[in-house]
């Protein structure tokens, strides 16, 4: 990595600054003295034979690390490049994500435009070989490895199916990844994934919003689960899309005082819910908190990640970029998000059962779900959640928690009994823990799919190609 040069002279301002605001000329003048003095000493004697920029990098380093905060860093040019690729979504590879089952490697979805697509992989594919090196052991991280790579070189990926075994070739290159997905879920019901709140995140949510709305949707699904935030700029633009007028959020400096973000935009006359989980953080936090605070959206899955402050960016004339943390800020109605997080309205864990809660909460009652291969697929949308269900001895076992939210069950164990308990409707069915039509395996419990339609006659499924489909229209 290639150090940045920076003056002696303004790293040992940015030292004093940082660390001894308030100090007198005379020890500033000391201290910015001892730092050059060191620095030389360092330079002349010690055996590394230390470079002048190798040390002005550390003593940046130093500075930044002092601080004890994790989201206030210095970028060198080439860690900038790599954090502006992550925070835009962008990275050199073939386009596909992964999820691991059983110990197999499966394609969870392949990006739109890149040469997996392309090369004609699907969703579902077992990945056996890498350049023609068994994956059957490879774990996901050293997998990845191997996919990811320099722009312009090949890979080779072999796949079973069950149209046989096939080997695609590949040239990897820069991928995009999608920053808002638009997809129709039926019974009048839109979703839409935002993977982050990118430069250009507004234009591309609003332009997937559009095609929903076109539609004549009477809910929508926004879903910010593993979204971990970006530009706050992004998020008051999108947030005017639902909040017609009103404070984003009450943003306060280092001297306490508030610098409200305000946004004036429109309403929407139907009903929104917000998948959150532990990894929607910063500018998702900021949007979600508002829209929950005005009474615009739910939020449904997991407490959220809790990163209350803000960043900013700033190029250093010399070679570099300094982020740093320079407000913390509030919901609406004065919440602390920072080290705390939002709790959802609706807790519920597992993600396809979260899908299919904030479905339900929006309006949506038909589901159509194929699961298997890692993933699960809610009514068009696919998403990773391995061992949702099993085949054991040709029949097919669905874990409990999600055969539930299908449903519209509630669980409950009877100890005294040893009987599990589903309860919908005012109908109650019980199953003892020791009945052959419940599997327990790796501490996940799992029901008989053909128990299930018997105790809720609206259920339907078959299965093929190691995916099993289940269809329900009732609860």
Not at 160 to 186: C, D, E, N, Y
Not at 315 to 321: A, E, K
Not at 384 to 395: D, I, N, S
């Amino acid at each position: 990595m290639k150090p940045i040069k920076l003056m002696r002279r303004i790293a040992a301002l940015l030292l004093a600054s940082a660390l001894l605001t308030g100090a007198s000329a005379s020890a500033f003048a000391e201290s910015s003295a001892q730092a050059d003095e060191v620095r030389k000493l360092l330079e002349q004697y010690h055996i590394s034979k230390p470079s002048e920029s190798s040390l002005d990098e550390a003593a940046i380093k130093g500075m930044v690390d002092s601080l004890n905060d994790p989201y206030t860093e210095y970028f060198t040019q080439e860690e900038w490049s790599l954090f502006s690729s992550g925070l835009e979504q962008k990275f050199v590879g073939v386009g596909i994500r992964m999820v691991q089952e059983n110990g197999a490697v499966y394609v969870e979805d392949v990006i739109a435009g890149s040469p997996a697509e392309q090369a004609g992989l699907r969703a579902g594919d077992k990945i056996v070989s890498v350049n023609g090196k068994s994956a059957l052991n490879m774990g996901m991280a050293e997998l990845q490895g191997q996919l990811l790579g320099e722009e312009g070189t090949s890979v080779s990926i072999g796949i079973t199916r069950s149209t046989g075994s096939h080997v695609f070739t590949m040239v990897r290159k820069s991928i995009q990844l999608p920053t808002a997905t638009g997809i129709w879920m039926g019974d009048g019901i839109g979703y839409l994934k935002l993977e982050g709140f990118t430069s250009d995140a507004y234009d591309k949510f609003a332009a997937e919003l559009g095609k929903l709305e076109r539609k004549g949707i009477k809910g929508l699904v926004i879903d910010l689960r593993d979204n971990g935030g970006g530009y706050i700029d992004q998020a008051k633009e999108i947030a005017g899309l639902f909040i017609q007028n009103g404070v984003l959020a009450h943003l306060i400096d280092r001297d306490g005082k508030d610098q409200s973000l305000t946004v004036q935009g429109q309403s929407k006359n139907y009903t929104v819910r917000i998948l959150v989980n532990g990894n929607s953080a910063s500018a998702s936090e900021l949007f979600a908190g508002a829209l929950q605070d005005y009474g615009i959206a739910k939020l449904i899955g997991t407490r959220t990640y809790g990163k209350g402050v803000v960043q900013q960016l700033i190029p250093l004339s010399s070679g570099g970029v300094l982020k740093v943390t320079i407000e913390e800020y509030y919901t609406p109605n004065g919440r602390k998000v920072n080290g705390t997080g939002l709790t959802p309205d609706m807790a519920v864990a597992g993600t396809a059962e979260q899908l299919i809660a904030a479905y339900r909460s929006a309006g949506g009652k038909k589901l159509a779900l194929a699961v298997g291969n890692g993933a699960v697929t809610v009514n068009n949308v696919r998403m990773g959640q391995p061992l949702a269900a099993v085949q054991r001895k040709g029949t097919w076992y669905v874990g409990t928690k999600l055969a539930a939210a299908l449903v519209g069950a509630s669980l409950r164990y009877d100890a005294a009994s040893k009987t599990v308990w589903w309860t919908s409707g005012g109908t109650v069915h019980k199953v003892n823990v020791s009945d052959s039509r419940l599997l327990n395996e790796n501490g996940s419990t799992y029901i008989d799919v053909r128990l299930l339609a018997k105790w809720y006659p609206g259920l339907t499924f078959s299965s093929g190609g190691g995916t099993l489909k289940l269809g329900y229209a009732g609860a």
